[in-house]
């Protein structure tokens, strides 16, 4: 599996759109990028995730670059609530076996 | 629904004594699986499951079994705790094992001494 890098941490001001990054240059062409966050002492949450395309849903957006070596995923009106960790995995989705990193710890701040 | 749901919530165990941490799902869903998480790091997966009467190891196994004898059930059974699998426990679930979006529950924090 591919792996990503991302920040260790990140602060966003309450209301502002959080934009937290995810390299993953070995991306293969059937691997998908899928972000999921933890609030603290919390089961992961499933927040997005995407092929090639830009996606968007109710709760995110996430940008893929045209070469697919990186991603962005983008928080519109970062709340309080919002402060968690963000983990970028990269899946071909065939395996069910979510590979977890490190994540970003976001900080929003009022 | 009440999604993923995970017993007990906290649990504290002697070294060398057995336990069964208990998962249940309402969704139908086929793939299961347990993942542990220490302080500070990311989830790793120990145990999984595609349908009723398939499990398979994921990447930290050893000291722990599973079965799977209902679609809506995934019990993880410690053998012979130790203190090493002092963690969080998660159980997640999904439709099938092609299917990324998993739905986890709100963990079983366990300690061992």
């Known amino acids: 599996d591919a792996k990503t890098t991302q920040p260790p941490s990140m602060d966003c001001a309450e209301g502002r759109a959080a934009n937290l990054p995810c390299n993953h240059s070995t991306i293969s062409g059937n691997e998908y990028v899928y972000w999921y966050r933890q609030i603290h002492s919390q089961g992961p949450q499933y927040i997005i995730h995407g092929l090639k395309n830009n996606e968007t849903n109710e709760m995110a957006s996430l940008i893929i670059t045209e070469d697919r070596k990186s991603s962005t995923l983008i928080l519109p009106h970062a709340t309080l609530r919002d402060t968690a960790v963000y983990y970028c995995?990269?899946?071909?989705?065939?395996?069910?076996?979510?590979?977890f990193g490190q994540g970003t710890t976001l900080q929003v701040k009022p | 629904n009440a999604g993923v749901t995970q017993t007990p919530k906290f649990q504290v165990l002697k070294t060398g004594q057995s336990m069964t941490l208990q998962c249940a799902q309402d969704m139908n869903h086929e793939y299961m699986s347990w993942y542990r998480q220490d302080p500070g790091m990311g989830l790793r997966l120990i145990h999984y499951?595609?349908?009723?009467?398939?499990?398979d190891q994921g990447e930290v196994p050893n000291g722990y079994n599973v079965s799977r004898s209902t679609t809506e059930d995934f019990p993880l059974r410690l053998l012979s705790a130790a203190p090493s699998q002092t963690s969080v426990y998660f159980c997640?679930?999904?439709?099938?094992?092609?299917?990324?979006?998993?739905?986890f529950g709100p963990g079983t924090r366990l300690t061992v001494l």
């Open positions: 997640a679930s999904s439709l099938g094992q092609h299917y990324n979006e998993q739905f």
């Open positions: 995995i990269v899946d071909s989705g065939n395996t069910g076996k979510l590979i």
């Open positions: 499951s595609v349908g009723a009467g398939i499990t």
